[in-house]
């Protein structure tokens, strides 16, 4: 690439809210004379949102607490709200900008619109390059001998250890960075949430500390547990993960930085750590590779799988009312803070579509308007593997039992009881089956069955049966097309 000696150049703010190890900002620094920098509120997105939605509250406040950073560095963060390459284009204009660089985006939306906005600007004389920044591996890095990409995990993990083994993680902050120019033409007020027809009230979630700041914040308080990752991570009660997965997407923290961390030493926790890290690099090679998984499932022959659908049924699911403890309580836990244990994630999934019989797409979609990290490629991971419809995915025939899942993982009902009030006073012993209760047992706990709380929509041992049966139908009916 070649130098932009003596002209301006313009970082594009996305999913990379910080100035510590950004590419884009450093690459810009580097090259540029003059760096100037905007974020852009991207109507197309937020158009779709609930008022309330908790998402843009992190990210406006992570956008202010950037501002102000890069305003002690003598910069200023120009805030817009609007169509991007609109908004692009007339503060290019306004400030003479001769490039633009920004951080790669894989999504099929985000891709899109960046190819839109490099082919207006080029069409107008300007020059425009993006980085890769918030993975390790991204595109083409990682590929079979064969020049094809990796749609099994394993083998993915040993070729992208191997990489980066090989290159090395390059890009640490670099103390050398001239931040002295960062410059700004004139102060700007920014749009507030309410001018944007958003809500500033705070939802029940703890974690909510947006920002850099907010990210070291719970980054310190997980690298106090992370001996211990491996083990602990499959328990809700504990709080042993890391909480950083809002802060991936938003890019208030370094991949490279987290890379560094979990690689720090050979412990078994840090080991297991790195491993979600790739299985995160992972998703999005998929949906770069395969973006039609947006929409269809990877598997050709689960494609016309032929679910039930019942509406009553996925509303139960939504609202944590289908009679089976640990499923509920991980779907309260979503609905008031916008979070789920990863361990329920995979819980609830497996039981919308192996025990309700509900295309995996209604859940991902669901999922997606309610979680805080809500990232594409992680989600439509996530759920295929569960659906047992994607690349590497969960067999058909292996089906979480709820009630094993929850007498394993919340043995004494601690994260049951947290979010589900009518089963506080069931002792440990009826909590995972409640409706197993004798009438007299449901009088003493003030838990009447079908009336304080739900009996069970479905008879697991029942739908695991007629499931196995419908995936084989449909995997008999493609091998015979």
């Given at each position: 690439?070649?130098?932009?000696?003596?002209?301006?150049?313009?970082?594009w703010?996305?999913r990379?809210l910080?100035?510590s190890?950004?590419?884009?900002v450093?690459?810009a620094?580097?090259?540029c004379?003059?760096?100037?920098?905007?974020?852009?509120?991207?109507?197309?997105?937020?158009?779709?949102?609930a008022?309330?939605?908790q998402?843009?509250?992190?990210?406006w406040?992570?956008?202010v607490?950037?501002?102000?950073?890069?305003?002690?560095?003598?910069?200023?963060l120009?805030?817009r709200?609007?169509?991007?390459?609109?908004e692009?284009?007339?503060i290019?204009?306004?400030?003479?900008?001769?490039?633009?660089?920004?951080?790669?985006?894989?999504?099929?939306?985000a891709?899109?619109?960046?190819l839109?906005?490099?082919q207006?600007?080029?069409?107008?004389?300007k020059?425009?390059?993006?980085?890769?920044?918030?993975?390790?591996m991204e595109?083409?890095?990682v590929?079979?001998?064969?020049?094809?990409?990796?749609?099994?995990?394993?083998?993915?993990?040993?070729a992208w250890l191997?990489?980066?083994?090989?290159?090395?993680?390059?890009?640490?902050p670099?103390?050398?960075?001239?931040?002295k120019k960062?410059?700004?033409?004139?102060?700007?007020?920014m749009?507030t949430?309410?001018?944007?027809?958003?809500?500033?009230?705070?939802?029940?979630?703890?974690?909510?500390s947006?920002?850099e700041?907010?990210?070291q914040?719970?980054?310190?308080?997980?690298?106090k547990?992370?001996e211990?990752?491996?083990?602990?991570?499959?328990y809700?009660?504990?709080?042993?993960?890391?909480?950083?997965?809002?802060?991936?997407?938003?890019?208030?923290?370094?991949?490279r930085d987290?890379?560094?961390?979990?690689?720090?030493?050979?412990?078994?926790?840090?080991?297991?750590?790195?491993?979600?890290?790739?299985?995160?690099?992972?998703?999005?090679?998929i949906?770069?590779?395969?973006?039609?998984?947006?929409?269809?499932?990877?598997?050709?022959a689960?494609?016309?799988?032929?679910?039930?659908?019942?509406?009553?049924?996925?509303?139960?699911?939504?609202?944590?009312q289908t009679?089976?403890?640990?499923?509920d309580?991980?779907?309260?836990?979503?609905?008031?803070?916008?979070?789920?244990?990863?361990?329920l994630?995979?819980?609830?999934?497996s039981?919308?579509?192996?025990?309700?019989q509900?295309?995996w797409?209604?859940?991902?979609?669901?999922?997606?308007?309610?979680?805080?990290d809500?990232?594409?490629?992680?989600?439509?991971?996530?759920?295929?593997w569960?659906a047992?419809t994607g690349?590497?995915?969960q067999?058909?025939?292996?089906?979480?039992?709820?009630?094993?899942?929850?007498?394993?993982f919340?043995?004494?009902g601690?994260?049951?009881?947290?979010?589900?009030?009518?089963l506080r006073g069931l002792?440990?012993?009826?909590?995972h089956?409640?409706?197993?209760?004798?009438?007299?047992?449901q009088?003493?706990f003030?838990?009447?069955i079908?009336?304080?709380?739900?009996?069970?929509?479905?008879?697991?041992?029942?739908?695991?049966?007629?499931?196995?049966?419908?995936?084989?139908?449909?995997?008999?009916?493609?091998?015979?097309?």
């Amino acid at each position: 690439m070649s130098s932009c000696t003596s002209q301006k150049g313009l970082v594009w703010f996305r999913r990379d809210l910080r100035l510590s190890d950004n590419t884009a900002v450093i690459e810009a620094l580097k090259r540029c004379d003059e760096v100037f920098s905007v974020f852009v509120f991207d109507t197309s997105i937020l158009r779709d949102l609930a008022r309330n939605d908790q998402r843009v509250r992190f990210i406006w406040y992570s956008v202010v607490e950037l501002r102000e950073k890069i305003r002690a560095l003598g910069g200023e963060l120009y805030i817009r709200h609007g169509d991007p390459i609109l908004e692009l284009q007339q503060i290019i204009s306004d400030l003479t900008i001769h490039s633009l660089y920004f951080s790669r985006d894989y999504e099929p939306y985000a891709v899109d619109r960046d190819l839109r906005v490099e082919q207006t600007l080029l069409s107008i004389g300007k020059k425009v390059y993006s980085f890769k920044d918030q993975v390790i591996m991204e595109r083409d890095d990682v590929m079979t001998a064969q020049g094809t990409p990796y749609t099994v995990f394993t083998p993915y993990k040993k070729a992208w250890l191997k990489k980066v083994n090989e290159k090395g993680i390059s890009l640490d902050p670099d103390s050398n960075v001239p931040w002295k120019k960062m410059s700004k033409a004139y102060l700007q007020s920014m749009p507030t949430l309410s001018d944007m027809g958003f809500s500033d009230e705070v939802s029940n979630n703890s974690d909510f500390s947006p920002g850099e700041s907010g990210a070291q914040k719970i980054l310190g308080r997980f690298l106090k547990k992370i001996e211990h990752y491996d083990s602990d991570r499959n328990y809700p009660s504990l709080r042993a993960t890391s909480h950083l997965s809002v802060h991936l997407r938003f890019g208030t923290i370094s991949i490279r930085d987290l890379y560094r961390f979990a690689t720090s030493s050979q412990t078994p926790g840090r080991k297991a750590w790195l491993d979600e890290l790739i299985w995160r690099d992972f998703y999005f090679n998929i949906i770069h590779h395969f973006p039609f998984v947006v929409d269809m499932a990877f598997r050709p022959a689960y494609r016309e799988l032929k679910f039930e659908n019942k509406e009553d049924y996925f509303e139960a699911w939504c609202q944590g009312q289908t009679g089976y403890p640990i499923v509920d309580a991980g779907m309260r836990q979503l609905n008031s803070c916008g979070f789920m244990h990863n361990r329920l994630r995979m819980i609830t999934a497996s039981f919308l579509v192996k025990d309700l019989q509900i295309d995996w797409r209604w859940g991902e979609k669901y999922f997606a308007s309610k979680l805080m990290d809500y990232d594409l490629s992680a989600n439509n991971g996530g759920w295929q593997w569960a659906a047992s419809t994607g690349c590497d995915a969960q067999p058909y025939f292996r089906i979480f039992n709820p009630t094993l899942q929850s007498k394993r993982f919340d043995k004494a009902g601690t994260f049951i009881r947290c979010y589900l009030p009518e089963l506080r006073g069931l002792s440990d012993s009826c909590i995972h089956e409640p409706w197993l209760m004798h009438r007299r047992e449901q009088k003493q706990f003030l838990c009447e069955i079908g009336k304080d709380y739900p009996a069970p929509l479905v008879n697991h041992s029942e739908r695991r049966d007629s499931t196995i049966a419908m995936f084989k139908k449909a995997r008999n009916a493609h091998t015979v097309n």
